[in-house]
């Protein structure tokens, strides 16, 4: 059991610059609504963000999926630096122990372990080599389920999708494109121009409630095929939750792996408290972020902390519209 980095890791990624859009590029999104200051595109239902839009076509045109392949889904800031942590942890718990010194995650920020595929690897303009990866390819990626192609539908590659209840989303949003925005030498923006934005479905990868329920109306169907995780429920039971995710995988612990309690050792090696200490994951960049930015609270419910009981109403009120029927609940 291995998988899904590059050999050797780190990762070198190349992202894409403004010069490197082709022609079929430029031409579609001449075509297509923006929003946020140009900074977002719309595309086919969802706000793709501009630096990502040749990533995506790429992606269209050349993924095929594997049927062992791992693709791991997340809306940005639901914990994806965190799952990445721990799926990679997981799948190479025999390659790498989680107690050893020389564990990749002591060295490399997860996000140059598991690629994102329409930034890291489709995202340049030279896209990045699959080849390298060995069996099962441990990916992810922030589209939409309308948006992933045929291949990874129809194949037996399985789907870990992430969610998080909309307000702490939204707060670690904010804090993070303000981080981006202060990088690119913009003025930072306040909470309210943010959060109106978001109410009305505006932001990297949004609606995130159409993003999410998309996902979570598949995994109802396809239980086989997609595992859907709740931030939270990780957080209140990161034991269970692993076991379980391992078990969805075809990689459960075994008799051995339970006496060592080798889950407790991914938990702890993948821990916001050991992560955010590192050197790795406390200097440097990673696109337009701070690697810093991935890392900053960890908690539940910080959205107390920054929505004015209004902004809360709003968007527990657009949350029971939209989940209600579907019986998702946060
Ligand atoms: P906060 O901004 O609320 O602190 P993403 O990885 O999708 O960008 O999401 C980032 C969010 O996940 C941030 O939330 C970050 O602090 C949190 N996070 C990162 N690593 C974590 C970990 N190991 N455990 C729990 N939360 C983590």
Redo the contacts with the bound molecule.
């Keep these: 059991m291995s998988s899904g980095t590059l050999e050797p890791p780190p990762l070198v990624l190349k992202h894409l610059q403004e010069d490197d859009l082709t022609e079929e590029c430029k031409d579609l999104m001449r075509s297509l609504p923006t929003a946020d200051q140009g900074f977002l595109y719309q595309y086919q239902g969802s706000w793709i963000p501009r630096s990502f839009m040749q990533g995506l076509l790429s992606f269209n045109k050349h993924f095929q999926a594997h049927d062992t392949d791992i693709l791991l889904v997340?809306?940005?800031?639901?914990?994806?630096?965190?799952?990445?942590?721990?799926l990679f942890s997981l799948l190479n718990r025999v390659r790498y122990d989680p107690n050893a010194q020389q564990h990749p995650l002591l060295t490399t920020h997860?996000?140059e372990l598991v690629p994102i595929l329409e930034i890291d690897i489709y995202g340049g303009k030279q896209v990045l080599e699959l080849t390298h990866l060995t069996s099962p390819r441990l990916l992810s990626t922030h589209l939409p389920y309308s948006l992933l192609t045929r291949s990874v539908k129809d194949s037996m590659c399985k789907i870990v999708y992430?969610c998080?209840n909309p307000k702490?989303?939204f707060?670690?949003?904010w804090?993070?494109q303000n981080n981006t925005r202060v990088n690119r030498g913009m003025n930072p923006s306040t909470i309210e121009q943010d959060f109106d934005n978001f109410s009305n479905g505006i932001s990297p990868y949004g609606p995130y409630w159409d993003h999410v329920m998309s996902y979570w109306k598949e995994s109802l169907e396809k239980s086989k095929k997609i595992f859907f995780l709740e931030?939270e429920k990780?957080?209140e039971q990161p034991t269970i939750c692993l076991k379980k995710l391992a078990e969805f995988l075809d990689c459960a612990f075994s008799p051995e792996e339970e006496v060592k309690n080798v889950v407790n050792d991914i938990v702890r090696l993948?821990?916001?408290?050991?992560?955010?200490n590192l050197e790795v994951n406390k200097n440097g960049k990673y696109l337009a972020a701070n690697k810093a930015?991935?890392?900053?609270?960890?908690?539940v419910g910080?959205w107390k902390n920054h929505l004015t009981a209004e902004m809360s109403e709003t968007l527990d009120r657009i949350t029971e519209e939209k989940f209600h029927s579907v019986g998702l609940k946060f």
Excluded: Q
């Design positions: 997340t809306f940005p800031k639901v914990g994806t630096t965190w799952l990445k942590s721990i997860p996000h992430l998080r702490d989303t707060v670690s949003l804090h993070f931030y990780m957080k993948c821990s916001f408290e050991n992560l955010s930015a991935f890392f900053r609270r960890g908690e910080d």
